[in-house]
């Protein structure tokens, strides 16, 4: 099961007979000591309670609390407590994580959860800060010789530099002739580097025909309301 929670899911496409557990947003960030609001839908189960985990880049799921709607307050986890997290809900299905007067500690990837074994789940950033974060490097690559040989092949977007305030939580998304793609992406988790920075690699296998056609391709890379994109096509890799 804990394998399942802490897979970091980019995009979701809704399947018959599973859960769809949508969050937003998907990263923001909060300035020190202001507070931080987490919204969480449960899809279709409206009987179950909404189950908050955190998790720290490269460290375990912890639970935080559990929160169901006729109940007048949450059940906690280990080390949270009220005031400091606090959950209400808009809905049977719809629940709001809240986390006041909010440290840097608190940056983390947060995500609920629900009874079904069979979710499919969103998450959501928090990057806590008490100055503005950089914008962050980004770098294209084109698919190698090797896999241009076959009908698909894989586009890398590597992030680097991102500072250590900002935990390493940026989200990386896709863009295939200015339209989002979901499918065929992989992102890895941030991975620190030796001067305390992060670094991101994501993943896009694209159709080798559509590289032919010099579909443009672009990687965005979010911090809150700060982000970096790059654009590439075949035609710009032969100048």
């Keep these: 099961m804990l394998g399942t929670l802490c897979t970091l899911i980019t995009a979701l496409t809704c399947v018959s007979g599973v ?3 949508t969050q937003k947003p998907p990263v923001v960030t909060v300035r020190k000591g202001d507070t931080a609001s987490l919204d969480c839908n449960l899809g279709t189960v409206q009987n179950s309670a909404a189950r908050w985990y955190k998790q720290v880049p490269g460290g375990v799921p912890q639970f935080v609390l559990f929160f169901y709607h006729p109940n ?19 809905s049977k ?4 994580l809240i986390i006041n007067t909010v440290e840097e500690t608190d940056s983390a990837v947060y995500y609920c959860h629900t009874y079904d074994d069979s979710v499919k789940e969103e998450v959501s950033q928090l990057i806590v800060t008490d100055g503005d974060l950089a914008t962050p490097a980004v770098t294209l690559f084109p698919p190698s010789t090797e896999d241009l040989k076959s009908s698909r092949a894989t586009l890398v977007c590597l992030t680097s530099d991102l500072s250590q305030r900002s935990k390493g939580l940026a989200d ?7 339209e989002s793609v979901t499918e065929d992406v992989s992102t890895s988790p941030a991975e620190q580097q030796p001067d305390n920075t992060f670094r991101i690699s994501s993943y896009l296998t694209i159709q080798t025909a559509d590289w032919d056609k010099d579909v443009v391709f672009t990687c965005k890379v979010s911090l809150g309301s700060t982000f970096s994109e ?3 096509r075949k035609t710009s890799c032969s100048l």
């Design 93 to 96: 299905s719809d629940y709001r």
């Design 19 to 21: 859960t769809v557990v």
């Design 230 to 232: 790059k654009e590439i």
């Design 172 to 178: 990386v998304s896709w863009m295939s002739s200015g």
């Design 72 to 90: 007048s307050a949450p059940t906690y986890g280990s080390g949270f407590s009220s005031p400091k997290f606090t959950s209400n809900h808009q």
